[in-house]
């Protein structure tokens, strides 16, 4: 009789995706279900993410910077956190000087969690639920306090 314990099936945090690249954003959402995460959509552009973000709520926002549109990634999930109790986990190829200072300049993206595009699955998943527990944590200290 085995005693390792049941290994429960139960989907661990809602994320959204915010990715402009087909191929990339399908095999982001397959890599994702299988660390248990539950995909409630993909957006190409800010506005798509928004919406999605304002109809589906999800635990966290998994945010390319350089999308389609006229308005960024870094914009979009701006406006995301401001409506909503949202982690987002920036995903990105871009590690210039000149983007990491305009992401670390956005009120919004201060004290997010962010991974460059080459990271592994795994890694995705950590930083999404590393990210989720942050932001949990301070929504519940800025309720107690």
Known sequence: MSTAPAVSAEKLYSVVIVEDEAILALSLERSLREFRLEVR???????????????????VVLMDIRIQGARDGIEAADVIRSRHDAAVVVLTANSDPKTVRYMMSTASIRGTFWRMMNATP???????????????RRSWRSQTT
């Not at 798509?48 to 635990?59: T, V």
């Open 41 to 59: 959509g993909v957006a190409a552009t800010a506005e798509a993410a928004i919406a999605l973000a304002d109809r589906e709520r999800p635990d």
């Open 122 to 136: 795994g890694s995705i998943a950590d930083a999404i639920t590393i990210a989720v527990r942050m932001r949990r």
